[in-house]
């Protein structure tokens, strides 16, 4: 897309609307708001899918909506939208389609890329998988040694890995239990150490996830699990076939380190990393809940997918989503996001979330090249809720920061829980629900002293109130639901990096690091080449240096 011409956004006069909309709302309170209007429960909330999302507790009025959407189609985040799933180049620092979308698209869609029809090839792929899946999930695929295969091991980083491990956890009631999975990304060799310290090499599977085959961290620990492998089983080259898979975009490089390419899931440049876990990438995953169990996942995520390219803008989730976050982070100075899920099953759920937000919109020019004057991302963190609790929620509540929250939430708690701790479930939910409330209305002086408080504890016991959440709440973690939730996500950092104008599918500030680790690491080996570091890296490097008694 073009976007020559653009006026930039804190030049339009939609965003000074806004501006002057933020200074009349003042220091109107989430109190006034839900006296003012009964129905505010209920009205400022939204149903996709199986998704409840409550918005009600947000500093908005119908006022603020209207703006936001006003400055959403002046930003023309519907074109790019439309666009991104037409195949167009919309990557513009890459050339490249964003089409993750097309991943879940059904058998009989047409998405066409450079000419091309993609949609067969991705289906060729997930029945590719569904067929290796089941033969590893029925012990029918052995090892070199004729064990069938117990253990795998997905060896990649950043969305060759958070994706797939993520999930894995999020589903784990729905997984093959008598089959082991361990997730390897840090190239400290202590990841992979503990990974497979207790493993029986005859009985070890490893995914090689790796988008570009490429990435350091990865082909080194491959590299090593390799070694492992061929030790352990004292075995030639010729054992790797039965052991390692790749998931990737580079056949030539997959073959150079040693995997047959008849071993390899494929998938394409069109996919990003971050967005790439419904892709071959998640294979891990398809072994451990069946395919029929991903296929679920992906039709959740077209689910969400439709809602966003079809539902108009009064009732459009995630450009709601999207457009709360602007809001905040320009008018009221909001640094991070906080992504609190009531589910213990979603602990890695925040994390997932912290490669999909702040790679793609941890940017600071626009998608001219102009250094942006206007906030971008945030910092996205987070932990399952209970815990937060009772560590970091106290700033939350009592804290100088505005930090928006959301906080997800299950009616019902998995199926196969011991039915000793199904009762647990309403007092996780009544901690869920009362925080939200705590965190909008808080506890006014007049209240704390009518519990007879003595005055000088009166404003420690103070709760403000006023801090904005989102509420979802789905009757299930069920695999549709998780690929709505991700789908929901997706969406929301796409529109926010529309309004912003900038790329949200490169990724060239993680570059530089690379760079400046390959070029240190013989000086940490070999004391040659340091010349050119500067004097703290060089005073550093030579204290390690000592240390290791070099
Ligand atoms: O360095 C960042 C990054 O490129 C991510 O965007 C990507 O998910 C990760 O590295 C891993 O890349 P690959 O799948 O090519 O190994």
Redesign the pocket.
């Known amino acids: 897309m073009n976007n020559e011409g653009r006026t930039r956004l804190n030049r339009l006069p939609e965003w000074a609307a806004l501006g002057k909309h933020r200074e009349q709302l003042g220091e109107t309170r989430l109190r006034d708001l839900f006296a003012a209007d009964a129905e505010r429960g209920t009205g400022y909330a939204l149903r996709v899918g199986d998704l409840y999302l409550d918005y009600s507790k947000h500093l908005v009025t119908d006022e603020t909506l209207t703006l936001l959407r006003e400055l959403a189609a002046v930003t023309g985040v519907a074109e790019l939208r439309d666009a991104m799933f037409r195949g167009e180049k919309i990557n513009i620092t890459e050339d490249r389609a964003v089409l993750h979308t097309a991943l879940r698209a059904p058998r009989g869609a047409v998405i066409d890329v450079d000419g091309e029809n993609v949609v067969p090839g991705v289906h060729a792929v997930l029945d590719q998988m569904g067929a290796f899946s089941d033969k590893v999930r029925a012990g029918e695929w052995t090892g070199h040694t004729g064990k069938p295969i117990k253990n795998i091991v997905n060896i ?5 890995d958070l994706g797939p491990a993520m999930a894995y956890e999020v589903l784990r009631s729905y997984t093959q239990r008598d089959l082991t999975f361990r997730f390897v990304s840090n190239v400290d060799g202590a990841d992979l150490h503990e990974a497979v310290r207790d493993l029986d090499p005859a009985e070890t599977l490893f995914i090689v ?4 085959f490429t ?1 350091i961290e ?1 082909i080194t620990n491959a590299t090593s699990a390799r070694n492992w492998l061929l030790t352990g089983l004292r075995a030639d080259q010729d054992a790797v076939a039965k052991h390692f898979v790749a998931l990737s975009t580079n056949a030539e490089k997959v073959e150079e380190f040693g995997i047959d390419t008849a071993n390899m899931f494929e998938f394409w440049d069109w996919v990003g ?2 967005y790439s876990y419904d892709s071959a990438i998640g294979l891990s995953l398809m072994i451990a809940i069946g395919p029929e169990r991903f296929r679920e996942m992906l039709d959740g995520f077209h689910l969400v997918d439709e809602h966003f390219r079809t539902a108009p803008p009064e009732e459009n989730a995630p450009l709601l989503l999207g457009l709360l976050g602007v809001w905040y982070g320009a008018f009221f100075d909001a640094q991070s996001h906080a992504v609190l899920p009531y589910s213990h099953y979603l602990s890695k759920f925040t994390a997932y979330l912290q490669q999909l937000d702040m ?1 793609s919109n941890g940017k600071s020019v626009d998608r001219e090249g102009n250094r942006v004057d206007w906030q971008t991302g945030p910092v996205v963190w987070g932990t399952p809720g209970t815990n937060g609790q009772h560590a970091y929620y106290q700033l939350i509540h009592q804290g100088t920061k505005v930090i928006p929250a959301d906080f997800i939430g299950f009616a019902r708690p998995v199926d196969d829980l011991l039915p000793g701790l199904v009762a647990q479930h309403d007092l996780l939910m009544a901690n869920f629900f009362a925080q939200t409330q705590a965190l909008a209305f808080g506890k006014t002086p007049d209240e704390v002293r009518e519990e007879g408080v003595p005055e000088e504890l009166v404003p420690h016991k103070t709760f403000q109130g006023n801090h904005p959440t989102t509420t979802i709440l789905a009757d299930a973690l069920t695999p549709s639901v998780l690929g709505q939730l991700i789908a929901l996500y997706e969406h929301k950092v796409f529109v926010q990096g529309a309004v912003w104008n900038i790329d949200s599918f490169d ?1 060239w500030g ?1 570059e530089l690091g690379k760079v400046l680790a390959k070029r240190i690491e013989p000086v940490l080996t070999e004391g040659e080449g340091g010349e050119h570091l500067d004097s703290s890296t060089a005073g550093l490097v030579s204290a390690y240096r000592t240390l290791r008694g070099r």
């Open positions: 990649g980083i950043g969305g060759s996830a790796s988008k570009t990435t990865t990393g971050r790679e990724q993680v």
